[in-house]
């Protein structure tokens, strides 16, 4: 009898940046992320971008940028790739190495168990002050704003990203 102890290799930031395709690494651990979102998908977090951006742009002191899809090098071995992030911080790589200010994520029938576990704990260790997951099937919103490191869902849909800045979400217009 053979017994094996086989451990997966662990990859870093400069295993994944040399890879093909779209990826996520969660400690170390890839996570090969779909071809292309559904249409739904696409059309949802297409009216919260609009949304966002058409907020941010009303507040002349606001400093914050959206960002789509941009790489978050968390550390060496965590490297996601959120739906929509808002940044209040000049980047200065082409890629995330700071935590955004809000994240949203657009909920799929193949990344929901994902987004409501893995990256939920990740976004609340790393100190991202509002989680938004949307879900298009159910037509839901959920807000969890940063509060004493933990997670608490709110109702609020006026969120005060920064000083002067804020963001107002009709999340009846995604679902239209």
Same mark, same amino acid.
């Given at each position: 009898?053979?017994?094996?102890?086989?451990?997966?290799?662990?990859?870093?930031?400069?295993?994944?940046?040399?890879?093909?395709?779209?990826?996520?690494?969660?400690?170390?651990?890839?996570?090969?992320?779909?071809?292309?979102?559904?249409?739904?998908?696409?059309?949802?977090?297409?009216?919260?971008?609009?949304?966002?951006?058409?907020?941010?742009?009303?507040?002349?002191?606001?400093?914050?940028?959206?960002? /789509?899809?941009?790489?978050?090098?968390?550390?060496?071995?965590? +490297?996601?790739?959120? !739906? %929509?992030? =808002?940044?209040?911080?000049?980047?200065?790589?082409?890629?995330?190495?700071?935590?955004?200010?809000?994240?949203?994520?657009?909920?799929?029938?193949?990344?929901?168990?994902?987004?409501?576990?893995?990256?939920?704990?990740?976004?609340?260790?790393?100190?991202?002050?509002?989680?938004?997951?949307?879900?298009?099937?159910?037509?839901?919103?959920? /807000?969890?704003?940063?509060?004493?490191?933990?997670?608490?869902? +709110?109702?609020?849909? !006026? %969120?005060? =990203?920064?000083?002067?800045?804020?963001?107002?979400?009709?999340?009846?217009?995604?679902?239209?």
């Amino acid at each position: 009898m053979y017994l094996f102890n086989f451990e997966p290799p662990k990859y870093t930031y400069n295993d994944y940046k040399n890879w093909k395709d779209d990826w996520e690494l969660v400690n170390g651990y890839p996570i090969q992320l779909l071809p292309s979102a559904i249409w739904k998908h696409s059309q949802t977090l297409s009216r919260c971008n609009f949304q966002v951006v058409k907020s941010l742009e009303q507040n002349e002191d606001c400093v914050c940028n959206v960002f /789509i899809e941009l790489d978050w090098k968390v550390n060496d071995f965590t +490297i996601l790739r959120p !739906d %929509l992030m =808002i940044v209040c911080e000049d980047l200065k790589t082409d890629f995330l190495e700071f935590p955004p200010t809000l994240i949203v994520e657009v909920l799929t029938p193949a990344t929901t168990v994902r987004d409501r576990t893995i990256k939920y704990e990740i976004y609340q260790s790393q100190g991202v002050k509002f989680y938004i997951l949307l879900d298009y099937i159910k037509k839901t919103a959920e /807000i969890f704003e940063l509060k004493n490191n933990r997670y608490e869902q +709110i109702n609020n849909l !006026d %969120l005060e =990203i920064e000083k002067n800045c804020f963001v107002n979400f009709d999340f009846e217009k995604l679902w239209k």
